[in-house]
Nanobody, 125 residues
Framework: QVQLVESGGGLVQAGGSLRLSCAAS????????VGWFRQAPGKEREFVAAIDWTGTSTYYADSVKGRFTISRVGVLNTVYLQMNGLKPEDAAVYYC??????????????????WGQGTQVTVSS
């Protein structure tokens, strides 16, 4: 069993930065790939970024490539999403999710079995 808790959301001006954290509990978290997703009001949930269990392979949605960076610190059981150059269209509730597999399908389509409760990101123009 893996439990995920996101934090770090808030209000930021366009062009600003935030760092989201996804803290996990569970002894096997280090063997899970982790993805970040977001959902804006009235829109479907969309994939943002993912990282494999080793922390060496990453994957980004085109909309955030070059602005967002996903990373993980194994000893802290934490995955981060550094978001720079934020735009109003980045505003959403951000969720992290854990998948027990990497490479079985494209990262956005991995079987994410565990989800956090989400953290709100608001970007003012």
């Amino acid at each position: 069993q893996v439990q995920l808790v996101e934090s770090g959301g808030g209000l930021v001006q366009a062009g600003g930065s935030l760092r989201l954290s996804c803290a996990a509990s569970g002894r096997t978290f280090s063997s899970y790939a982790v993805g970040w997703f977001r959902q804006a009001p009235g829109k479907e949930r969309e994939f943002v970024a993912a990282i494999d269990w080793t922390g060496t392979s990453t994957y980004y949605a085109d909309s955030v490539k070059g602005r967002f960076t996903i990373s993980r610190v194994g000893v802290l059981n934490t995955v981060y999403l550094q978001m720079n150059g934020l735009k109003p269209e980045d505003a959403a509730v951000y969720y992290c999710a854990a998948a027990a597999a990497w490479g079985t399908s494209a990262p956005p389509l991995l079987p994410y079995d565990y989800w956090g409760q989400g953290t709100q990101v608001t970007v003012s123009s």
